[in-house]
């Protein structure tokens, strides 16, 4: 099959071959293309519909992951076409409302795994968001800070969480040095003792949401492990997840310490697409030095979910976009 991809070092990361690129390249064209913003339900309709129209060894990469994320919880495409890529953005809340090439292939691989979502508090509520580093906010321990950004689940505060996190890279940083860090809950459970397995399947734990959410009153208790306790699902997020008892304390630092130990780092290149199963890995980034000369690090971003249907309740006229 021409359109076979083959595995380039880990083997959660592949190599689009050049005529399958050129095949995903027509498509998005093609998308990009299609009147109204990315935000509209008509596009995303549009995008759906093209999904179908890639090539087939693509689609089905993503649906074996979907299916399975395997034990690295994570999934490097290689090689998808980005097109003419502007100066970097350095405001902070920059998104894409236009539709784009990038913008296409994000939301076409959403509409593969699921459903894009946002979140109206997040980025304006769009569905695709740049991540880039802002003046001013190099020690921010978010998308728009440089330095070392802990290990996370993305908006692990919320009953709604992501159940899939999408960067597409549209450029790297100056030096190369910055690395999307993955890490996943399946190679760190050996690691952890019984006793700290049963601690981390309590609901002794605390998540604090961004400033950017409001004042929801005081946070849920939560587990950290949930579900079947030999493959579970992870929620924590190590800058704002608390232990609220001198165990669940001493059982998270044990969990950080266990999932550094398995971390992985990438580096991604232009026209890099990660994905990362967000309900069992965590994900960081290494540090990096932006210069704010319109050539940094620039990644897209965009989260989607298995069923939609779950937070019907928070998305008006059952729409995209979750309220709360």
Known sequence: MGERLYAAGADWVFQLRADAAAHVRQVADWLSAQHGEVDHWAWVAAARAAWEELPGAVRQRFRDFRRDSGSAAALVLRGLPIGDVPGTPSAGDSVQRQTSIPAA???????????????????????????????????????????????????????????????????????????LRVSSVRGALPKLSPRTRDVLAQPDFRTDPPPSFGDGGTPERHAVLHGDPADPDL?????ATTGLTADAASALRELEAALESVASDVRLAAGDLAIVDNRVAVHGRTSFRPRYDGRDRWLQRTFAVADLRRSRALRRLDGYVLSA
């Open 235 to 239: 929620r924590v997020d190590f800058t």
């Open 105 to 179: 292939v994000l939301v076409m691989v959403a509409c593969g795994l699921g459903d894009p979502v946002a979140y109206a508090a997040e980025k304006h509520g769009a569905l695709v968001q740049d991540v880039v580093p802002v003046p001013g906010k190099e020690d921010f321990q978010g998308n728009a800070g440089s330095v070392r950004l802990t290990m996370h689940n993305e908006n692990a505060f919320h009953a709604h969480r992501p159940d899939y996190v999408m960067l597409l890279c549209l450029r790297p940083d100056h030096e190369r040095v910055a690395g």
